[in-house]
């Protein structure tokens, strides 16, 4: 794996890795996202219609505590997820949870760290997460990580949650070189060490001695803290990490909450958000284009989206609540869009906005049919990818505060 910037503004790094995967035959445009998935594949979506989507992230990201409970499977198996799921050739990247699932915390020890998964706590030492690793055979994986620090988390906290992460990081990388299954395989170091500056550089610091391919930021996700200190703490850690390496970050997603972790130095965030807008029966309409043509900057403006949310959602920070609407989408469920035969954004390429209607989506939610939930998410993951195109194309021409802009242009109405 390779990492070339091809440029840096301000903090902001516009590059590509290349020589991703076993074979070393993908690349990944940076900053960029990866593929949300849940059980290994992209939810409502089987792998085709999926691929009925151009510009799809290359790496796709798996949790383990979905798969820790099919470990003997996978083991018996022998060929690792891509495979066991059917996956076309992309490049795996497994994480320890699925933070669009709310867990249980209180778990974790000097030892052991605790998934979750339908049947119930998996406790994983090193050892156990390594094997794990071996049958899952991902292309990269982040180590074992301690990353229980919210906000009440008091300094003895994060320098623990710090400690135990460099501990498991050490062991796991020590396993990692005799484990068959993972040769030619990247392990990410995580950085932790919750809102305190101190633990936070610390954990970088250390974490970037280790031989490790890449890094994961964790614990910088909506709930967790302010987006003013988490901006602050990440460019602090960023500061601290070689630049030929990616700095992953998770539990991030708002359009405009990416951009300013982009200026702070992140490559790649997770694509949970698009789901969750699914989940809630919305659709992605916030604008992205710095250069609109005058006749769809005047639809835009006389179209009814963006304009859903209502007052109370106005700048709300919630990622992480699920049923929260974003100022970023439009609620489908919603009674004015009973006979708006417009598609979902008016010139958007998916396969949904080529060959439905707003009415039709409508019609699909409340009367609870699963489509809505597979044109609602196609819909919404091209939107985001063709968000992230739009942010390199603006670091590029240097028109980022054009965009940013254009994003809270869209928040509370077009
Ligand atoms: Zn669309």
Redesign the pocket.
Known sequence: MKLELSRVVQGCRRGVLTGLGRSGGHSLELPGCLLYTRCASVPHLTHDTLHNLPHLPTVTQISLDSLAEHQEVLEEFREGVAKFAGLHDTVLFCSLHDLATPRPSGYNTNKTVSVWGSGGRIELSATRYMALQAAVRPDWYQSLADGETPPSASRKRARKAVDRTLTHLDECLSLHHQTQELRGAEIFGVVEGGDMLEERVRSARETAKRPVGGFVLDGFHSDAMEPELRGQLIAAVTKELPEDKPRLLLGIGRPDEVLACVEAGVDLFESSFPFQVTERGCALCFSFSIEPDPESAVLERNGPQGDGGGPGVRGATAQNHPEQMTPFEMNLKDKRYRDDFR???VG???Y??RNHQRAYLHHLLVTNELLAGVLLM??NL??YCGFFCALRGALESGRLQALRQRLLQGEGGV
């Open positions: 598609p979902l954004v958007c390429e998916c949904c906005c196609l819909h091209a939107h």
